[in-house]
């Protein structure tokens, strides 16, 4: 029983005999390569190389064959033997390009790419093929020479037009690229990447609703257009339209279910919008988040969630994230051991001392420490759900629940001196390798403003930035250094009447030592602050300044500082003194 394609060959040389022409050969291969039969074209190939081992020909359609039955790698070999027969062949250098790209050698595809154009100007797929390959390279600017040479044969080519943009946007052009995006539309309206595209453009332009109006038009077109659903649900929560945002993840969910990053996008579009009932469990789904994934901590033991008795049981609570995480989650411990359970809390180094004595905790261990044997073990941002906070009223928002000990804040007293105005505490940047860091850092240069004033202003941060050297001639006094822990910052918020904060650990710890704490938030924040309110149900001290507009630090600092000096007027600004 014959092999179906090996059928076929046998039949075509059994007419043609080995005295045939090599043209006739070649005229039966490329039959079958054209009737969708590389496979079969390709022992053809092979056939005549045995008879003619240079037949250009032979030798570059068997790596077209080859690279069409999925094996690009393959097709290298014989391409280029065909180009020492013919060095300056258009078609073949092209042909080797888009192998090598397809093998995984892009670097090498852009000589045979440059080959290819230079034989043949006028080829257009060519020109945009060896710029997607620059783009992918990160050579945007050589990327845009490729497209404009398609351009300047085809000026209408909607291809070489959606290409230029994505090029524009690398090069941050995002007027140029739409530019180029609408007039791709004039030749394929319904095209719906181009309409995507044209969206992310329009963003770039600070337009929202208008790259809001793309995404739909694209919908409109494919419902199902992933990339059309996923930006438009960027683009309702960057609206500040959050039930719309959420309806659009469900429908992502609804075509790509295994898609980790919407699941967990679906966790956190609820708690931003305040659903807690849907959004904690949702958030288990983190595990699986790029950003998140194998940041499990696992010890081996049963992970505990809410459903069994904890009475007389052991439970390893360990911190999972950042250090203002641990800050925030760290009060549940009190209402696990609520329920009986002897808990170990696990956190980090640097986090330790100023943790011992927490309620609820019975083991308190930094996370280079041997941990005891439990009976289960829950990360620190699952016990909301484990602990059925399904409602934010059902948060235990106590005004404090940390405390320094009174021999640190002795110590800051002495080194911060007696309070003869206001004393202020400031935090403008939070950790650099936090993927969104630049959405909620401030330059100092701009929170520097809210030291101009009848207060004393103290600078939070132990880190020093080559940029922030000049806080000290801005009026704001440096105390803290790399050899301080979180503790020492602690005591020097007990010596503080108010703490002015950017999103980051120092926040949450102010708030938690029960410092009135004033949080500046970038327009669209994380999601544990919400949306559309000025307190926290997290903190009954804090107080929420937004962004009017997005990246508009300038008016939310000028925001804080009207209201400070508000407060510094009407006298209250002073805090009393708070237990350490």
């Known amino acids: 029983a014959w092999d179906p394609v090996l059928a076929t060959i046998a039949a075509e040389l059994a007419q043609i005999g080995q005295s045939g022409a090599p043209s006739e050969w070649l005229q039966r291969a490329v039959a079958l390569h054209r009737q969708g039969k590389p496979d079969a074209a390709a022992t053809m190939y092979r056939a005549m190389l045995a008879l003619w081992p240079k037949h250009f020909d032979a030798l570059h359609l068997l790596g077209v064959a080859l690279a069409q039955m999925g094996n690009p790698a393959a097709a290298i070999e014989p391409i280029g033997r065909a180009l020492a027969v013919r060095p300056d062949e258009a078609v073949a250098n092209g042909n080797m390009a888009l192998a090598l790209r397809d093998a995984g050698r892009a670097t090498e595809a852009l000589a045979y790419f440059d080959r290819a154009v230079r034989a043949d100007p006028t080829n257009v797929a060519m020109h945009n093929a060896q710029g997607m390959v620059s783009i992918d390279l990160g050579r945007s600017a050589e990327a845009m020479r490729s497209f404009d040479a398609a351009l300047a044969v085809a000026p209408d080519d909607p291809d070489a037009l959606n290409n230029k943009g994505s090029a524009s946007m690398k090069l941050d052009r995002p007027a140029d690229a739409l530019a180029a995006y609408d007039r791709a539309l004039r030749s394929r309206p319904d095209s719906p990447s181009v309409l995507v595209n044209r969206g992310l453009a329009l963003w770039g332009l600070g337009r929202p609703t208008d790259a809001l109006a793309s995404y739909d038009r694209a919908l409109a077109i494919?419902?199902?257009?992933?990339?059309?659903?996923?930006?438009?649900?960027?683009?309702?929560?960057?609206?500040?339209?959050?039930?719309?945002?959420?309806a659009t993840v469900d429908r992502i969910l609804h075509v790509r279910p295994d898609s980790a990053e919407f699941r967990f996008s679906s966790a956190t579009y609820r708690l931003l919008h305040g659903d807690f009932g849907g959004g904690w469990p949702a958030y288990e789904s983190r595990w699986d988040f790029a950003d998140l994934k194998g940041t499990r901590p696992d010890f081996g033991r049963p992970n505990w969630l809410g459903h069994e008795r904890l009475d007389g049981k052991s439970i390893l609570l360990s911190y999972e994230q950042g250090f203002g995480d641990t800050l925030?989650?760290?009060?549940?411990a009190r209402l696990v051991a609520a329920q009986g359970a002897r808990v170990v809390?696990?956190?980090?180094?640097?986090?330790?001392?100023?943790?011992?004595?927490?309620?609820?905790?019975?083991?308190?261990?930094?996370?280079?420490?041997?941990?005891?044997?439990?009976?289960?073990?829950?990360?620190?941002?699952?016990?909301?759900?484990?602990?059925?906070?399904?409602?934010?009223?059902?948060?235990?928002?106590?005004?404090?629940?940390?405390?320094?000990?009174?021999?640190?804040?002795?110590?800051?007293?002495?080194?911060?001196?007696?309070?003869?105005?206001?004393?202020?505490?400031?935090?403008?940047?939070?950790?650099?390798?936090?993927?969104?860091?630049?959405?909620?850092?401030?330059?100092?240069?701009?929170?520097?403003?809210?030291?101009?004033g009848p207060f004393d202003c103290v600078?939070?941060?132990?880190?020093?930035?080559?940029?922030?050297?000049?806080?000290?001639?801005?009026?704001?006094?440096?105390?803290?250094?790399?050899?301080?822990?979180?503790?020492?910052?602690?005591?020097?918020?007990?010596?503080?009447?108010?703490?002015?904060?950017?999103?980051?650990?120092?926040?949450?710890?102010?708030?938690?030592?029960?410092?009135?704490?004033?949080?500046?938030?970038?327009?669209?924040?994380?999601?544990?602050?919400?949306?559309?309110?000025?307190?926290?149900?997290?903190?009954?001290?804090?107080?929420?300044?937004?962004?009017?507009?997005?990246?508009?630090?300038?008016?939310?600092?000028?925001?804080?500082?009207q209201a400070l000096l508000a407060a510094a007027a009407d006298g209250t600004l002073r805090t009393a003194p708070r237990a350490c």
Not at 223 to 243: I, S
Not at 389 to 415: F, H, M, S, T
Not at 517 to 545: E, G, H, K, N
Request: charged share 25%.
């Open 222 to 246: 494919d419902p199902d257009c992933f990339e059309a659903l996923c930006n438009r649900a960027r683009m309702l929560r960057e609206l500040h339209r959050m039930p719309d945002a959420i």
């Open 328 to 332: 925030q989650f760290c009060r549940f």
């Open 345 to 452: 809390l696990r956190v980090q180094p640097p986090l330790k001392s100023l943790l011992t004595g927490l309620a609820g905790v019975d083991t308190l261990l930094a996370a280079d420490e041997s941990i005891p044997p439990t009976d289960f073990q829950c990360a620190l941002m699952s016990l909301p759900l484990a602990c059925g906070i399904d409602a934010a009223a059902k948060i235990p928002a106590e005004p404090q629940y940390l405390r320094c000990d009174a021999e640190r804040g002795a110590q800051w007293q002495a080194i911060l001196g007696p309070r003869r105005r206001p004393r202020i505490g400031l935090a403008w940047f939070g950790n650099p390798f936090y993927r969104r860091d630049r959405d909620r850092s401030v330059p100092l240069d701009c929170f520097a403003a809210l030291a101009d």
């Open 459 to 561: 600078g939070l941060h132990r880190e020093r930035r080559p940029e922030d050297t000049a806080a000290s001639s801005a009026g704001i006094a440096t105390v803290l250094d790399e050899s301080h822990d979180f503790h020492d910052i602690a005591a020097a918020i007990g010596q503080l009447d108010l703490v002015i904060s950017v999103d980051t650990a120092i926040a949450h710890l102010a708030a938690a030592l029960g410092c009135p704490t004033w949080i500046a938030l970038p327009f669209v924040p994380d999601w544990r602050w919400q949306l559309d309110r000025a307190d926290s149900p997290w903190y009954p001290t804090v107080r929420l300044f937004r962004q009017p507009t997005r990246g508009d630090w300038f008016g939310t600092v000028q925001a804080i500082r």
